[in-house]
């Protein structure tokens, strides 16, 4: 991409709306502007990211068997009246009367609407375990919308929704549910830390809630030190096997969010415990028959019988996860991606633009990664060197490549690591191979 070609429009002050670092950067970064209090439009830059965000939960959604579909954002109110959650759902709920006054609301989240379409095809436990999710914005009237894209009121979530005969096998559907979120959060270069957690409006008896550390977070968490500094070895997942074991790996420490939290359960004898702040990325809930009893989602079962199925839910924040990305990765020049959810892999930036040798150098360059990897940014415009420089640490891509009269004479190129600082003075070839290397 071009950077003359590029909408990106970059504040030069810290906007005074903004408290938090990750709503700053993305104001000023050009990511989003807000449209209401709480509703943004993602102007390229925040679309790029959000959208590799989603690509990689996703992913993993497929490959642990979900079945992506795709619900309105709009419901009938019917279903909720159904549930019981219509009159309990509150002023959160936006409703919405269409013009043959019949009531609709914008969800807020899909337990009801998932549990109708399956009840209408569902019958057997022959055609269980069953998990449908699908990407689509939420809507909630949040009393007190702040930081951004963190706590919108319309915000982009993955919801998940799993279907079982009894409850052991939907806790193995859990379990998948579970390590699919390791796995997802670490390919997006994240840290989310697995918590006990309270159900809330949702329901249900087991709950997890996934948190990336950070002093801005809004909860208050209680963490095991030892599983701050957990690191476990899985790559892949068979999603296949009996994945209890995994998930006790992650469970046996102790974490817990404020609601949660008691510290009797909390076996002391060689850690330390550390209440510190996090950011609720995802949220999954076991909640068996609580929706599926009112509704009516019944099924066969193995003796014959109609029993009402046993589901589970399971949201991933995929607008929010921008922020939590952004508060979990910067500096005080601006954001740092990491590389694996980086809208791309390098920053050229052309220091004279008009010199005839900065320019052939840069485009040379700018053609060989295109051709290569596509995945390069050109910042060919003729500001000044300083300006330009500023702007590609506040956009932050891993590595920038800085062309200049000095580098062209002595026929070394900066390569600068976005996150270290680090420059290392490379000639074209070496430059080319570190482009390959690295692809
Ligand atoms: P919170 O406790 O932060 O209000 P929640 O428990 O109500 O969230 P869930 O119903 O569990 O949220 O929704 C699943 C995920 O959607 C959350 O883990 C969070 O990442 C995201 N999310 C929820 N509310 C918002 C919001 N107002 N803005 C952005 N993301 C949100
Ligand atoms: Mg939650």
């Known amino acids: 991409m071009l950077l003359s070609r590029f909408f990106v429009p970059v504040l030069k002050e810290n906007p005074k709306e903004a ?71 509150g002023k959160e709920m936006l409703r919405i009367k269409d013009r043959n006054n019949r009531n609709l ?26 998990n449908l999710f ?18 919108g009121r319309e915000f982009l979530m993955k919801d998940a929704y799993s279907f079982d005969v009894d409850y052991n096998s939907s806790i193995k559907s859990y379990n998948i549910m579970f390590m699919a979120y390791i796995q997802l959060f670490k ?87 550390i209440k510190t702040r996090g950011i609720e990325v995802g949220h999954i809930f076991h909640f068996g028959q609580k929706y599926s009893s009112p509704m009516r989602a019944t099924i066969s079962d193995r003796q014959g019988d109609n029993i009402p199925v046993f ?26 991606w990491p590389s694996e959810i980086s809208p791309w892999d390098y920053n050229i930036i052309n220091l004279k633009s008009g010199d005839n040798d900065c320019d052939n150098i840069c485009l040379k360059l700018y053609n060989f990664i295109n051709n290569n990897t596509s995945n390069v940014l050109y910042d060919n415009t003729d500001e000044r060197a300083g300006a330009k420089l500023a702007r590609a640490d506040l956009i932050g891509l891993p590595y920038q490549i800085l062309i200049g ?21 490379l000639s074209y070839n070496e430059l080319l191979n570190f482009v390959q290397m690295n692809a």
């Open 134 to 151: 699908h990407i689509q914005w939420k809507f909630r009237d949040e009393l007190r919308p702040r930081f951004g894209v963190m706590r």
């Open 105 to 130: 609301l914008y969800g807020p989240t899909n337990e009801e609407l998932v549990t109708e379409i399956f009840r209408t095809h569902v019958k057997s436990y022959k055609e269980l375990p069953l």
């Open 311 to 336: 589901m589970g839910s399971y949201g991933v924040g995929l607008s929010r996860l921008v922020g939590a990305i952004i508060e979990a990765n910067h500096d005080q020049n601006g954001i740092i």
């Open 187 to 273: 390919k997006m270069g994240l840290k989310a830390i697995p918590m006990k957690a309270d159900t809330g409006p949702i329901g249900g008896d087991l709950s997890h809630e996934f948190i990336i550390i950070a002093d801005t977070g809004e909860s208050e968490v209680y963490v095991e030190r030892e599983l701050l500094n957990f690191k476990d070895s899985l790559t892949n997942i068979n999603y296949e096997d009996d994945l209890q074991e995994k998930v006790n790996k992650f469970t046996s420490f102790y974490a817990a969010t404020e609601e949660k939290h008691d510290a009797s359960n909390f076996d002391n004898k060689n850690n330390t415990l």
């Open 19 to 89: 408290e938090i670092i990750s709503h700053i950067y993305m104001l000023r970064a050009g990511m989003i502007q807000q449209s209401a209090s709480g509703i943004y439009s993602w102007l390229p830059l925040g679309k790029i990211v959000l959208e590799k965000i989603t690509e990689i939960c996703r992913r993993e959604m497929l490959k642990a068997g979900a079945n992506e579909i795709l619900m309105p954002t709009l419901q009938s109110a019917e279903i909720w009246k159904e549930s019981g959650r219509y009159e309990d759902y």
């Open 405 to 425: 009269p000095k580098g062209i004479k002595e026929e070394l190129y900066d390569l600068k690591c976005r996150k270290s600082g680090e420059i290392s003075r």
